[in-house]
């Protein structure tokens, strides 16, 4: 029988510390039946009081690691069904595949492209972060070959897709110190794949048609030893596969059902048009997928997929923000132009860009608005002339501007009275979009 939130809470240490992320105790018990949050997430809960909760206190989808050391990630154990619930936890893993039937040098060469599939958006590093080499050939020696090209080359997670045991001892012959995903376990290999991933700690792919197949699956793994498993359903079609998804998610969160709780891996290949498998991997990465993985490998195919995946595991409490303080752009002297602009990540990575383009070395002040846009800010008033004039004053705007003038957003003109009279600066009104800056620090700050 289920344990209630009450029961759950007199095993817990009831000293309400907030290291869970739950103001309290009780709420934390509460989360933790409703299958919102892991008991894993208590860091003072006793061993004793954990096994006691037995089923109650795995985390509704198992957490799978894949890889070792710095070529790591993580997906699954996931608590909420929506975003806006609270967020998401463990980012999908994209993998890009290397097939076997490839020259040594076009697998080496493919690597390279992998590793290089890393982009920067509003401050944070997005990047490609699995190979998925594919056993085309059916040889495990070739296999093996290709694994070891790419486990050289390539610093990210591996899968190694194959039905054969044999090719995937060959390759793990080469690999298993990276603790690859074995793709995968079948109704008719899997005592022998899991065989293999419980002598190497590996996690593994099950793949079966439909849900119920993946079932039986997975409780023949699991009764084989194997803790991490990834699920694979073999669906066809968008329509089928979102509904997979969606439907193993609800069974583990909603009805704890135990077979289906584990992260999925979907599959995308090109079908003879180049952007299809981003625009699927993309609703997959929605909904529900753990790991997508795909034969796209052009920067604008997967920079999108990362832009989307990235959108998706942020924590929809809290807006994306830039360090508050001074930034500089090129090498300003005391004589560049001082910007003011809001923490809010898109905004300030607009303005950074604008100014940059201007090529007009320059500081930006950064004020913290708790991640809000310039109008947003002002009208919630975080972005005054009272919180300006007191990051001006924090972060010494004056070691930086000799001049004494900084520039305002355009759009907050109506405090550039009040705020000249409390800084004792002169304020100028800047544009009002950022589109305008590079004309306006070109014509006034570029001599
Ligand atoms: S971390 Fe543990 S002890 Fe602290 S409030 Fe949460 S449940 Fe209570």
Redesign the pocket.
């Known amino acids: 029988m289920a344990l209630t939130g009450l029961d759950i809470y007199k095993l817990?240490?009831?000293?309400?510390?907030?290291?869970?992320k739950?103001p309290?105790?009780l709420a934390?018990a509460m989360r933790v039946a409703q299958k919102q949050a892991s008991i894993d997430q208590?860091?003072?809960?006793s061993a004793e009081s954990k096994e006691k909760l037995g089923a109650a206190s795995a985390p509704p989808i198992q957490l799978v690691t894949i890889g070792a050391g710095d070529f790591k990630i993580a997906i699954g154990n996931e608590t909420v069904l929506f975003r806006h619930e609270e967020t998401f936890h463990h980012p999908a893993g994209i993998a890009v595949t290397v097939s076997d039937k490839l020259s040594e040098a076009e697998i080496g060469a493919r690597a390279d492209k992998i590793v290089h599939l890393i982009f920067e958006r509003v401050g944070m590093k997005i990047a490609v972060d699995m190979a998925c080499i594919m056993n085309d050939s059916g040889d495990p020696a070739k296999f093996a070959a290709a694994v070891k090209i790419v486990a050289q080359k390539a610093p990210v997670a591996l899968i190694l897709a194959s039905d054969n045991p044999d090719s995937l001892k060959a390759a793990l012959e080469v690999c298993a110190d990276r603790r690859p995903l074995l793709c995968g376990a079948n109704a008719s290999n899997y005592q022998a794949v899991a065989a293999l991933a419980k002598e190497k700690n590996c996690p593994v792919v099950a793949r079966a048609k439909g849900l119920e197949a993946l079932t039986d699956l997975t409780q023949k793994i699991t009764a084989a030893g194997v803790k991490e498993i990834v699920l694979e359903s073999g669906a066809e079609g968008v329509r089928q596969t979102l509904e997979d998804l969606t439907k193993a998610r609800r069974y583990a969160l909603r009805k704890s059902f135990r077979p289906l709780g584990y992260p999925m891996l979907t599959c995308m290949m090109g079908d003879g048009d180049s952007f299809l498998p981003v625009l699927k991997a993309a609703a997959y990465i929605a909904k529900y997928a753990g790991i997508v993985v795909t034969d796209a490998i052009e920067p604008w195919q997967l920079m999108p997929l990362l832009t989307v995946r990235q959108n998706i595991y942020t924590d929809p409490r809290k807006p994306l923000q830039v360090e508050p303080g001074v930034h500089k752009i090129g090498e300003p002297g005391s004589k560049a132009p001082l910007l003011i602009t809001t923490n809010f990540s898109l905004t300030y990575y607009t303005v950074e860009g604008e100014v940059e383009g201007s090529k007009v070395a320059s500081n930006i002040l950064v004020v913290d608005t708790e991640g809000t846009s310039v109008l947003t800010a002002w009208a919630a008033e975080k972005f005054t002339t009272d919180q300006i004039a007191a990051a001006m004053n924090k972060y010494e705007v004056e070691a930086v501007a000799s001049h004494k003038k900084v520039i305002i957003p355009g759009l907050i003109a109506v405090e550039s009275g009040k705020l000249q009279e409390e800084s004792g600066w002169e304020v100028i009104v800047g544009p009002k979009e950022a589109s305008g800056i590079p004309s306006y620090l070109k014509a006034n700050w570029g001599g």
Do not use: A, R, Y
């Open positions: 817990l240490p009831k000293t309400n510390c907030g290291e869970c739950s309290t105790c934390f208590c860091p003072h809960v």
